[in-house]
């Protein structure tokens, strides 16, 4: 984008300008906050120009284009992003400095734009960031939360959750577009009446309530190619009084109830990670940015086209996990009942136009909607629904006469709920995992019969992250030393990254990376200072483990570990034993109780490691606050071990796991997820592999499980570590405080459901795993060449090969090449 020549002395100027005009102050008077809206203005000033230019390309070249249906777009900041992808980042940085102003310090104060919990969200914020770099035509489409996932403070070791008012200070990267807004309708009934004139069945849906959703633009800048998509996330208001239907004006109780709906339906993000709850204002949220986009993308296309019936030659639609897959109904309701189309064309065009990605197998996280709240919601799509679920099901008795537990099982409509799951599957031309070894599960296991009936449809999609974050702006250290090696060409083609191979040979050069690590710790380390207070030394073993607390991801198994080390200090004060610091970042969803034990109990943990003397700072245990996407950035480049210890078979693919190979750290792990194929990239002398396999795991499952109580009363440290958590060791001697946890390993009055993530089957083989993880970095000459190995085979991992392979196998896009928009610096 500055790509010809930045001009400094405009952006200063520009800048300077946006501070008087915004703020009515001089740059000396004006607050850091002030500064970051005033840059911001400055290079979204400079991103329109591309944004409007790439727009006008899409158009001319009617390209088909893919819209990303997601509930959750975990986007994080977006001013460092924007300005590394314009690749001007170094050249603000410098302006900035000459205006005495220091880039780091404006980007801090960009809230995090939180979109999302987790894997699923981050992983959709990706895609846009390889899509748009990639030059595919593409759009997000989701809804704007007033509030993004809570922020957590730490108050007496256990999470409190704090409302995440991100757009308190105002989004200066978005474009709100009232000239696109569309009207959405829930409730009421459906009145069915034959058109006297063309003699077709027409619905006429009554006494509903509407909202208007009101579409708000963020610009998607692609890496230094002039690209800018859209994500485009939907706010609601209510409708305004003389848009009412004849029947409702002034009717006042209702105009209140509109108005409060359109309040709460954008309210707040869902702030639970593999759970499904059930609550109808969630099937609203889906429905509401569904029905919008939907609306949207069928105007758009008959700007251009008469035939609604090629609609899939233009369009395609990833549905993000179930969450979004009220679009198959609603899209029949459209093209059925709005655009006149029979069932049959509707229902080609909604089959060709639709796939889904499936995200978990985790059976609490499935969404079954139960039928009432589902059909007095969306009467008429309820109503498509049954007539979907009946032609499916009629094909499905052919393909296997007089075989009813078939029906039982693949039905979309059974036991009084809506399985969304098997809609997405039966209308989807495409159903993906997210890993190898998940989608395996998907066609072995999970949807064995789908994939009997319809083996044509699945395929497997592994996941990856974006290079440009999670090194080039996190790790800017780490992406100078590459660049100066093996050039930038790593930034947009990670494959390259292999280059870096024959260096690990190179003694020289393995210093130098392990100085940079070091380097990245000590910034880590200030970090952790300033927001725990607590000292760690940058040469002790960085041992982290963050994602989202969920009793499958086995932080407990970690915290448990850690116990089983302090005693063993403790005992044998003159064992040898390489310091190591154990780093956590986790939010809890609210109401998950054993989640939120662990926490505490983690807290606790380091209230007593840390603050005991006589270890001599051997161990030391951190929990960072509101771990999110902008801290992330720092954690990832300054680990030295990558905690990935699911339950195998239970985490579908990960990609905290990628970004922790990117930036150098080995993995500890259990073959789980895409960690199965880490380990075949960098090889299985440069990772710590331990546990059960995933098919150990389901042979358990299938037979009932295991008995912990074999392991706990065999075992005698294990046994210790177990009975810590009730003998008050970490809890001031409060015997209760642990319970849950304890029960949900043991529980000796029902041990068929005790420890079902397979805690304490695990424990010796991770701690053995974990000795080997010590004896390695002991070895400063083989841990560098383990640590640069990894990066150099991180290459696959990147979110640019899965878009790849998405446009090569599923959405059939082509590139787009556009032209620099006008550049305002020069
Ligand atoms: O999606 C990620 C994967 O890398 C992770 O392994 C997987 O756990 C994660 C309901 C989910 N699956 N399902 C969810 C999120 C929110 C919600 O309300 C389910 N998240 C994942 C990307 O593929």
């Known amino acids: 984008m500055f790509s010809k020549r930045f001009e400094k002395k405009a952006f200063k100027?520009?800048?300077?300008?946006?501070?008087?005009?915004?703020?009515?102050?001089?740059?000396?008077?004006?607050?850091?906050?002030?500064?970051?809206?005033?840059?911001?203005?400055?290079?979204?000033?400079?991103?329109?120009?591309?944004?409007?230019?790439?727009?006008?390309?899409?158009?001319?070249?009617?390209?088909?284009?893919?819209?990303?249906?997601?509930m959750e777009f975990l986007m994080g900041r977006a001013l460092g992003?924007?300005?590394?992808?314009?690749?001007?980042?170094?050249?603000?940085?410098?302006?900035?400095?000459?205006?005495?102003?220091?880039?780091n310090v404006i980007e801090d104060q960009e809230p995090d734009a939180a979109l999302g919990n987790g894997g699923l969200g981050r992983l959709a914020a990706c895609f846009l960031d390889s899509l748009a770099t990639l030059n595919y035509p593409a759009y997000g489409c989701g809804i704007r939360y007033r509030y993004g996932m809570f922020k957590q403070k730490i108050k007496d070791g256990y999470q409190v959750e704090v409302p995440d008012n991100w757009l308190k200070e105002g989004n200066p990267f978005e474009i709100r577009r009232e000239e696109y807004a569309k009207e959405v309708r829930f409730g009421g009934n459906i009145r069915f009446e034959k058109d006297p004139v063309t003699g077709k069945d027409k619905f006429i849906q009554e006494n509903y309530e509407s909202v208007m959703a009101v579409p708000y633009d963020m610009p998607i800048v692609g890496y230094g190619n002039h690209v800018v998509n859209t994500l485009r996330v939907w706010d609601a208001k209510p409708i305004t009084d003389f848009k009412l239907d004849e029947f409702d004006r002034g009717n006042y109780h209702k105009a209140v109830e509109q108005e409060n709906l359109a309040k709460l339906i954008v309210d707040v993000l869902y702030p639970n990670d593999n759970?499904?709850?059930?609550?109808?204002?969630?099937?609203?949220?889906?429905?509401?940015?569904?029905?919008a986009s939907l609306q949207a993308l069928i105007e758009k296309y008959k700007k251009k086209h008469g035939d609604i019936r090629k609609l899939y030659e233009k369009v395609v639609i990833q549905m993000n996990d179930t969450h979004p897959t009220v679009a198959v109904p609603e899209l029949m309701r459209l093209l059925i009942d709005v655009e006149g189309l029979s069932w049959e064309d509707a229902w080609e065009v909604t089959?060709?136009?639709?796939a889904y990605t499936n995200h978990t197998i985790m059976a609490e996280a499935l969404e079954k909607w139960p039928i009432d709240l589902f059909s007095k919601l969306l009467p008429r799509i309820y109503q498509i629904v049954q007539e979907i679920d009946r032609r499916f099901l009629i094909k499905v008795r052919e393909m296997y006469p007089g075989n009813e537990e078939k029906v039982r099982k693949m039905a979309i409509l059974m036991n009084g709920q809506v399985r969304m799951a098997n809609m997405a599957i039966v209308a989807g031309f495409s159903?993906?995992?997210?890993?190898?070894?998940?989608?395996?599960?998907?066609?072995k296991q999970e949807l064995k019969d789908f994939y009997q009936m319809m083996p044509e449809k699945f395929n497997n999609k592994t996941n990856g992250i974006t290079q440009r974050r999670f090194l080039a702006h996190g790790n800017p250290l780490l992406a100078d030393w590459i660049t100066d090696k093996i050039g930038d060409g790593w930034i947009t083609d990670l494959s390259q990254i292999a280059k870096l191979k024959p260096l690990v040979e190179d003694e020289d050069a393995r210093r130098e990376f392990m100085e940079i690590k070091y380097q990245n710790k000590v910034r880590l380390a200030k970090y952790i200072k300033e927001h725990n207070g607590i000292d760690v030394d940058p040469r002790s073993i960085f041992d982290i483990q963050v994602k989202r607390l969920h009793e499958y991801k086995r932080q407990l198994l970690n915290i448990l570990h850690i116990m089983y080390l302090y005693n063993q200090i403790k005992e044998h004060p003159e064992m040898s034993f390489y310091p190591r610091t154990?780093?956590?970042?986790?939010k809890a969803a609210a109401g998950y109780l054993r989640a939120k034990e662990t926490i505490k109990l983690i807290n606790s943990v380091a209230d007593v490691v840390n603050n005991d003397r006589s270890i001599n700072g051997k161990l030391k245990v951190v929990f960072i606050e509101d771990y999110r996407v902008s801290n992330a950035e720092i954690l990832f480049?300054?680990?030295?071990?990558?905690?990935?210890i699911s339950t195998a078979s239970k985490e579908a693919s990960g990609t905290g796991n990628m970004k922790f190979m990117l930036n150098g750290a080995p993995t500890l792990g259990t073959m789980d997820g895409a960690n199965v194929e880490i380990v075949h990239e960098v090889g299985e002398e440069n990772a710590f592999i331990f546990g059960l396999s995933s098919q150990e795991v389901i042979n358990y499952e299938n037979n009932g499980g295991y008995n912990p109580t074999d392991v706990y009363f065999n075992d005698w440290e294990i046994k210790r570590v177990v009975d810590q958590l009730m003998d008050g060791t970490y809890s001031n001697g409060d015997h209760n405080m642990y319970i849950n946890l304890y029960n949900s390993l043991l529980n000796t009055q029902?041990?068929?459901?005790a420890d079902t993530y397979f805690i304490l089957k695990d424990f010796r083989s991770y701690a053995d795993a974990q000795k080997r993880v010590e004896e390695a970095y002991r070895d400063q000459q083989r841990w560098s060449k383990m640590a640069m190995m990894n990066t150099a085979c991180s290459g696959k991992f990147t979110s640019d090969r899965t878009i790849e392979e998405y446009v090569r196998d599923i959405w059939h896009l082509e590139k787009v090449e556009v032209p620099s928009g006008q550049d305002l610096f020069e």
């Open 750 to 753: 029902c041990t068929d459901k």
């Open 13 to 70: 100027a520009a800048v300077k300008d946006n501070v008087k005009t915004l703020y009515r102050k001089t740059i000396d008077e004006a607050t850091p906050q002030q500064l970051f809206q005033a840059v911001s203005y400055a290079v979204k000033d400079v991103i329109i120009d591309d944004w409007i230019e790439t727009q006008k390309r899409y158009d001319e070249t009617d390209a088909k284009t893919v819209y990303y249906m997601s």
């Open 81 to 103: 992003n924007n300005l590394i992808n314009m690749t001007a980042y170094k050249d603000v940085k410098e302006a900035l400095e000459e205006m005495n102003i220091d880039l």
């Open 431 to 443: 159903v993906n995992g997210v890993a190898q070894l998940h989608t395996e599960i998907l066609e």
């Open 582 to 586: 154990f780093i956590f970042g986790a």
């Open 275 to 291: 759970h499904y709850s059930g609550k109808e204002l969630r099937l609203k949220q889906q429905y509401f940015f569904i029905s």
């Open 637 to 644: 480049a300054a680990a030295d071990v990558s905690e990935q």
């Open 351 to 354: 089959s060709k136009t639709c």
